[in-house]
C-alpha cells in the first residue's frame, strides 16, 4: 500500500536538545556508571516519536487509486524496536480525526471520524476511540466509543454499546459487524426498540 503524504507540517526539534544529551553522555562517562546501571539503561526504551505531523493529511493507494484518506490534527509515527520486530510500526492520531474510506477527502464512500486512535498504515488497520461515529453514503450514522476498522477483511467491528441512526429511526444494541462502507452490518446483542418516527396522527389513520 502506497502513501502519499497531501500536506503535512512537522513538528520541529530545538538545537539545544543535542546539547543537553551530549552533556548528560559526558557526565556519566566520567562518573562511571556500574554494569548494572548500564544494563537497566540499555533496556530501557526510546519513548520519543520518530515523526510529528501537525495538521496532516494522507491519502493511501492501491495501484495508482486511493483507497482511503486520513485526515488528523495530530499524527505522530512510533517506530517498533529491533528486539521486538513482531510490532508493527503505528501512527498515533490525537485531537480530532477523519478516515475516508474508498476514496479522497471530497469522494470517498464512508467517513469515519473520532477523537483519538492509532493507524497502522502497512495493514491498513485503524482503532478509534471516543465519540465515534461511522457515516455512509445513504446519511446513515453509527455512534460508538470505540471501534476497530480494517481495510484487508473490508469489516468494522465493536463490542461497545452502538446507536444506529438512519431515516426510519434509531436502532440501538451493543456489539456491531459491519462492512466497511457500512451499508450491510448486523447488531449482535440489541438493547432497544426501533422508533420507527410514527407520531399519533400515524396511529389514528390507521
Not at 13 to 30: I, T
Not at 40 to 68: H, K, N, W
Not at 74 to 97: I, M, N, Q
Request: charged share 30%; proline share 4%; hydrophobic share 35%.
Amino acid at each position: 500500500m502506497a502513501l502519499r503524504n497531501a500536506t503535512q507540517h512537522a513538528g520541529n526539534r530545538s538545537p539545544l536538545g543535542g546539547w543537553a544529551v551530549f552533556l548528560l553522555c559526558a557526565l556519566l562517562m566520567a562518573c562511571g556508571p556500574s554494569p548494572e546501571a548500564e544494563t537497566t539503561q540499555d533496556a530501557m526504551p526510546d519513548m520519543r516519536p520518530s515523526q510529528v505531523v501537525l495538521e496532516g493529511y494522507f491519502e493511501y493507494t492501491e495501484r495508482g487509486r486511493v483507497v482511503q484518506s486520513l485526515e488528523a490534527a495530530k499524527l505522530e509515527r512510533w517506530e517498533s524496536s529491533e528486539s521486538a520486530e513482531e510490532t508493527p510500526d503505528v501512527w498515533h492520531v490525537d485531537g480530532g480525526f477523519t478516515l475516508y474510506i474508498g476514496g479522497t477527502q471530497a469522494k470517498h464512500n464512508a467517513k469515519l471520524s473520532a477523537v483519538r486512535g492509532t493507524y497502522d498504515d502497512e495493514a491498513g488497520r485503524l482503532e478509534a476511540w471516543e465519540e465515534v461515529v461511522l457515516v455512509n453514503e445513504e446519511g446513515e450514522r453509527l455512534e460508538t466509543e470505540h471501534l476497530i476498522w480494517s481495510h484487508d477483511s473490508d469489516l468494522v467491528r465493536t463490542d461497545r454499546p452502538v446507536a444506529i441512526h438512519s431515516a426510519q429511526g434509531v436502532l440501538r444494541g451493543r456489539g456491531l459487524t459491519s462492512d466497511s462502507r457500512f451499508e450491510r452490518y448486523e447488531i449482535l446483542s440489541p438493547t432497544g426498540s426501533f422508533d420507527l418516527g410514527m407520531d399519533d396522527t400515524d396511529e389514528e389513520e390507521r
